[in-house]
């Protein structure tokens, strides 16, 4: 009866791990661009393979047993490693990990057959595998001054990472058990199964909650972006907006408007016109610096909202932009035409919001429309 209650003891982690497994495959099917979650779920399941090898025996040599689930746990923590550093857009790297995984192996069995050190493959294990995760955690510091979830992922991982260390020293000490039978009785092994069932559990559903985040805020993202040209719609250019403007003080605003667009599209059809969007969008994008913001907000209306930009520096980007446009290169049915653009520019005044800045901005644009077009106009302070 004891037995059996110190087995469903020790069953609660890789229980608890592989439901998780199932959430992060499930998350995946839904979401299939993300293959870091695939990637978790995998982890998630060697770890359960790992642990059940263990508790069951399989294999039933002790020194097979040693090696084979020290190369499943190995390759579950690369594999939640790699995972965390795909959704980053970084990677350790497939020669990285089987070097890892090769150096591992080599290290448990020389500490198994050569030199028969208990101590060694628990110390080689966990220090391992806490470096492993700490080194992950460093190359993503990024995340802690990023969004609330980001945040709470990093130092989730981080607390994961550096428990490794004290839990094994105080619960393991430098000496071995008295023989391999006990060692799953050992208040280490009982410690270990315990943090794996509650750190763990925390830092999936952390990661879990970072993805479905992931996903809302693509769903924002494409709600805010204009189809056609790729750059932000109305919509999304006055929201980022206006965080921008609560955050900085030196701000200025162009007002773009293509010249005769509607002759082109009576011309040359409304696909020509289209493409001539497209171009001007992207090399809005192109032009701009990088922390600007480049959105469509009318028919042939386009804004640049530009950061850290004094007067002088708004005037440089809307010439640079008209400059710029005059060597864009056109459809062949457009390649006699000469598309232009006038351009009302505004800098942020002291306790001005989005709206009066842009009246400001459009009343320099209608300026510039009057004075004949193809130019930049500046607005009155």
């Given at each position: 009866?004891?037995?059996?209650?110190?087995?469903?003891?020790?069953?609660?982690?890789?229980?608890?791990?592989?439901?998780?497994?199932?959430?992060?495959?499930?998350?995946w099917v839904i979401e299939r661009k993300r293959h870091y979650l695939l990637m978790l779920s995998g982890a998630c399941l060697l770890f359960c393979a790992g642990a059940l090898s263990q508790l069951f025996y399989m294999p039933p040599d002790l020194g097979l047993?040693?090696?084979?689930?020290?190369?499943?746990?190995?390759?579950?923590?690369?594999?939640?490693?790699?995972?965390?550093?795909?959704?980053?857009?970084?990677?350790?790297?497939?020669?990285?990990?089987?070097?890892?995984?090769?150096?591992?192996?080599?290290?448990?069995?020389?500490?198994?057959?050569?030199?028969?050190?208990?101590?060694?493959?628990?110390?080689?294990?966990?220090?391992?595998?806490?470096?492993?995760?700490?080194?992950?955690?460093?190359?993503?510091?990024?995340?802690?001054?990023?969004?609330?979830?980001?945040?709470?992922?990093?130092?989730?991982?981080?607390?994961?990472?550096?428990?490794?260390?004290?839990?094994?020293?105080?619960?393991?000490?430098?000496?071995?058990?008295?023989?391999?039978?006990?060692?799953?009785?050992?208040?280490?092994?009982?410690?270990?199964?315990?943090?794996?069932?509650?750190?763990?559990?925390?830092?999936?559903?952390?990661?879990?909650?970072?993805?479905?985040?992931?996903?809302?805020?693509?769903?924002?993202?494409?709600?805010?972006?204009?189809?056609?040209?790729?750059?932000?719609?109305?919509?999304?250019?006055?929201?980022?907006?206006?965080?921008?403007?609560?955050?900085?003080?030196?701000?200025?605003?162009?007002?773009?408007?293509?010249?005769?667009?509607?002759?082109?599209?009576?011309?040359?059809g409304h696909s020509a016109g289209d493409q001539v969007l497209r171009s001007f969008g992207a090399l809005l994008s192109k032009n701009s610096r990088e922390g600007d913001l480049v959105g469509r907000i009318g028919g042939e209306e386009f804004a640049v909202l530009?950061?850290?930009?004094?007067?002088?520096?708004?005037?440089?980007?809307?010439?640079?932009?008209?400059?710029?446009?005059?060597?864009?290169?056109?459809?062949?049915?457009?390649?006699?035409?000469?598309?232009?653009v006038s351009i009302g520019v505004a800098v942020l005044q002291p306790t001005e919001r989005l709206g009066p800045l842009a009246e400001r901005a459009d009343l320099a644009l209608y300026n510039a429309k009057n004075a004949g077009r193809d130019r930049v106009a500046?607005?009155?302070?």
């Amino acid at each position: 009866m004891q037995d059996l209650g110190r087995v469903s003891l020790l069953l609660i982690a890789p229980g608890t791990i592989a439901v998780f497994a199932g959430a992060f495959l499930w998350a995946w099917v839904i979401e299939r661009k993300r293959h870091y979650l695939l990637m978790l779920s995998g982890a998630c399941l060697l770890f359960c393979a790992g642990a059940l090898s263990q508790l069951f025996y399989m294999p039933p040599d002790l020194g097979l047993n040693a090696i084979s689930s020290n190369l499943l746990y190995t390759s579950a923590v690369l594999m939640v490693a790699e995972g965390l550093l795909h959704r980053s857009g970084k990677r350790f790297g497939l020669t990285i990990d089987l070097v890892l995984i090769i150096s591992f192996s080599c290290l448990i069995w020389y500490f198994f057959y050569v030199d028969r050190n208990l101590v060694a493959r628990v110390y080689i294990q966990n220090f391992g595998f806490g470096a492993i995760l700490l080194v992950t955690t460093l190359r993503l510091t990024k995340l802690a001054s990023g969004r609330v979830v980001d945040r709470v992922l990093f130092w989730v991982l981080l607390i994961f990472s550096v428990q490794f260390f004290p839990r094994t020293i105080l619960t393991f000490g430098l000496a071995a058990p008295a023989g391999e039978a006990p060692f799953g009785e050992t208040f280490f092994w009982q410690a270990l199964h315990l943090s794996i069932a509650v750190l763990g559990a925390g830092l999936a559903i952390t990661i879990l909650a970072a993805a479905v985040t992931d996903v809302m805020d693509d769903l924002r993202y494409e709600r805010d972006i204009d189809q056609l040209t790729g750059v932000f719609n109305r919509r999304g250019f006055e929201e980022r907006a206006e965080r921008i403007l609560s955050q900085h003080y030196r701000v200025a605003l162009l007002l773009c408007d293509l010249d005769h667009f509607k002759k082109i599209n009576d011309t040359y059809g409304h696909s020509a016109g289209d493409q001539v969007l497209r171009s001007f969008g992207a090399l809005l994008s192109k032009n701009s610096r990088e922390g600007d913001l480049v959105g469509r907000i009318g028919g042939e209306e386009f804004a640049v909202l530009m950061r850290d930009a004094d007067v002088r520096a708004a005037k440089l980007m809307a010439d640079r932009l008209r400059e710029a446009l005059d060597e864009m290169p056109l459809p062949g049915r457009l390649s006699g035409a000469r598309i232009t653009v006038s351009i009302g520019v505004a800098v942020l005044q002291p306790t001005e919001r989005l709206g009066p800045l842009a009246e400001r901005a459009d009343l320099a644009l209608y300026n510039a429309k009057n004075a004949g077009r193809d130019r930049v106009a500046l607005a009155d302070s």
